[in-house]
């Protein structure tokens, strides 16, 4: 296939490319050159411009056509309606990635793709924060539907991607500090779940959609995964042993007590009473052919890749700290020696 990938050297994107590059696809780009723009050489055709500006989207405008357009870094509806005119008559499908973020009500469970979708209270608003991040995913998706039609528009809603160069450093925190091994504060109890998916897994189920001419809308996550089930993986993985690197779980209502933030200080947990404590139905995708590698394999690969970063002061800047972390666990231990 002749692919068109907007974005591509990030992390799902680069992960596309890498994965479609195996299959012998022709692969073009069109990016801003601000990240790692060289990342894949000569592999790749890539097209230097900003998507946001008519005179730079006009360069794939050529006569050039492609099987497939994907759309890894749509975030506005006014630029991604841009794209989606511009490429409209150039592509058999326009993939874009959505993300579960579109739901309005996560206080259920199986969140399914006929669910209700969140909406803006100002529908005009371009400003990406996160209370407007999924009304606007929702909206760029609209926008691509009215401008290909349903016919040729594959929507992917993924929830919580993971794996090896994930830039937000949430899922990557469990590994590395297991890793560090001692005491480790643990959420909730050893039935606190998790829900994510492979950058991997997505990308090389994503390409299966495009090449068998597949469209419609999908979610596209993991299986829950119990915290009793993700800890032990990652000191497998980082080669401890038990007394090695100790798991310490802290109830929800102490935490929420103390101001830990989850998602955030406590990445990929939410505490089961939260209004956004639902989970994903990922029936549809797994009836299409999405499949999970190992939990084992994700954490091991996960953990490999952070070893050969260098951390700087934006590593894992927003999740607990050492002394924040020790200091609570001593005063969780407090509360049990009254």
């Not at 990240?35 to 405008?61: C, M, Q, S, W, Y």
């Not at 993986?233 to 080669?239: F, K, V």
Request: proline share 4%; aromatic share 8%.
């Amino acid at each position: 296939m002749r692919i068109l990938i907007l974005g591509g050297t990030i992390f799902v994107g680069r992960h596309l490319v890498a994965d479609a590059l195996k299959k012998n696809h022709d692969v073009t780009l069109f990016h801003r050159g601000k990240h790692n723009p060289g990342l894949f050489g000569g592999a790749v055709e890539t097209i230097t411009g900003d998507r946001a500006v008519a005179d730079d989207l006009a360069k794939l405008a050529n006569g050039r056509e492609w099987d497939a357009v994907i759309d890894t870094c749509g975030y506005v509806p006014r630029i991604v309606r841009m794209s989606a005119d511009v490429l409209k008559d150039s592509t058999r499908t326009y993939c874009f990635i959505s993300t579960v973020s579109v739901y309005a009500d996560w206080s259920v469970n199986d969140v399914n793709e006929d669910s209700a979708l969140a909406t803006l209270t100002d529908p005009a608003t371009e400003e990406v924060t996160g209370e407007t991040y999924g009304g606007l995913k929702a909206l760029c998706e609209r926008a691509v539907r009215d401008v290909c039609g349903d016919s040729r528009t594959l929507i992917v809603r993924p929830g919580y991607i993971v794996g090896p160069h994930d830039p937000s450093d949430r899922f990557t925190y469990w590994p590395h500090r297991v890793a560090r091994g001692g005491d480790i504060l643990a959420p909730g109890d050893e039935n606190t779940a998790a829900q994510f998916v492979d950058v991997r897994d997505l990308a090389e189920w994503n390409l299966r959609l495009l090449e068998g001419g597949v469209t419609g809308t999908f979610n596209a996550d993991g299986l829950p995964v119990r915290f009793a089930e993700l800890l032990p993986a990652c000191r497998t993985a980082a080669g401890l042993t038990e007394a090695a690197a100790r798991f310490v779980y802290v109830p929800e209502p102490f935490l929420s007590e103390q101001g830990v933030e989850s998602w955030q200080m406590l990445p990929i947990f939410t505490p089961k009473a939260a209004e956004d404590a639902g989970c994903v139905d990922v029936s549809r995708a797994v009836a299409s052919g999405l499949t999970f590698r190992p939990l084992a394999e994700t954490v091991a690969d996960t953990l490999a890749w952070d070893k050969t970063r260098t951390e700087d002061a934006n590593t894992y800047k927003n999740t607990l700290t050492a002394d924040r972390e020790y200091s609570l666990l001593a005063a969780f231990r407090n509360t049990e020696n009254r």
